[in-house]
């Protein structure tokens, strides 16, 4: 069955258990997975790669065929998928098992894609293409997100941030995220603001920093600090975006103390995760204890007032506690 992607929203997916989704624009899919299937499968989702399936068939198929009794219903996302997923998920919907979901993802796919065709021509499947996103798409997320957060702006700001997505809707949301982070007690964000926050390196951004900061890789997050200059927004922003990830990383870390099951519990967690970011999420709570996380937060907390108190210095306080914390095996007293 062949629908556009945009009729997804409105879609009664319970009626149809498997997904074909393909296209260049992979923000457009893993947004609509996360708010039109996620909040409908709060638990036993897994994430596969196609590679990875194939390389471990046997234990793939034990999982899906034998079900046990008290299985709830299992939502499965395949990820980089080709036409030699197509004989597995053949296999499944023939067997027509029941309480079982699947979406795989895939690029861009020829009409002359056997993958591509099946799901297409099978009324128990569906098939949708998500093509790239225009300007005005793009422009009317930014606006739906300034509405939406009460956030003051302008046609200016809202073309600015859309030209320096270069016509991602990822990008699109990173730099809406920085924004966010960074109007935490203001509904007002300028046009400068904006040009300094979205000034970063293309290659390593905020996000980056301070995700390769808290899983202690200390090559990449030196290669980061000396590859850019930043300004005192910028690491104020920096602070920020510390103290979301390390509340997102307590969350995460409470519930594995109650499910030992690290993969549900990453699946399980709201709002969603994105696939990419697991692995690196999985090594950030082997590294750091639930004691450790909340001393960290305390430190952040405080280090974004002495910022704000030492403006001229702000790269030196910055990199000295990004040093201090997490280029070394120990953990400093609370600043």
Do not use: C
């Not at 920020?240 to 109650?258: A, Y």
């Amino acid at each position: 069955m062949l629908i556009k992607s945009y009729e997804l929203k409105n879609f009664k997916i319970k009626d149809i258990n498997y997904y074909l989704f393909y296209g260049s624009n992979t923000g457009l899919i893993e947004e609509t997975i996360n708010k039109v299937f996620k909040p409908h499968f709060p638990k036993n989702i897994t994430s596969y790669d196609e590679n990875d399936l194939l390389n471990n068939i046997h234990n793939f198929k034990e999982i899906v065929f034998n079900k046990s009794f008290f299985d709830d219903e299992k939502f499965i996302i395949i990820n980089r998928a080709s036409n030699k997923i197509l004989e597995v998920i053949q296999q499944i919907i023939e067997a027509n098992l029941q309480d079982l979901k699947i979406i795989i993802k895939a690029g861009i796919l020829d009409k002359k894609s056997k993958l591509r065709s099946y799901f297409e021509k099978n009324k128990s499947t569906v098939s949708a293409a998500f093509y790239e996103d225009n300007q005005q798409s793009l422009a009317l997320i930014v606006q739906n997100f300034f509405k939406e957060k009460k956030i003051n702006t302008s046609n200016e700001i809202i073309n600015l941030i859309v030209e320096r997505s270069k016509g991602n809707r990822i990008n699109i949301n990173n730099e809406l995220e920085k924004i966010l982070l960074y109007t935490k007690n203001s509904n007002r964000i300028s046009l400068g603001d904006v040009l300094k926050l979205t000034n970063l390196t293309e290659n390593h951004n905020i996000s980056e920093l301070v995700d390769q900061s808290l899983s202690k890789n200390k090559k990449k997050t030196l290669n980061i600090l000396n590859e850019n200059s930043l300004n005192a927004e910028e690491n104020i922003l920096i602070i920020r975006t510390f103290l979301s990830k390390l509340k997102r990383l307590k969350k995460l870390k409470i519930e594995l103390e109650k499910n030992k099951n690290i993969d549900q519990v990453l699946s399980s967690s709201r709002p969603p995760i994105f696939w990419k970011d697991k692995d690196v999420l999985k090594q950030q709570l082997k590294i750091w204890s639930l004691n450790e996380i909340r001393n960290l937060m305390t430190k952040v907390n405080n280090l974004e007032l002495t910022l704000k108190k030492n403006n001229q210095i702000t790269n030196q306080i910055l990199n000295n506690f990004i040093l201090e914390n997490f280029t070394t095996n120990k953990i400093s007293s609370v600043i």
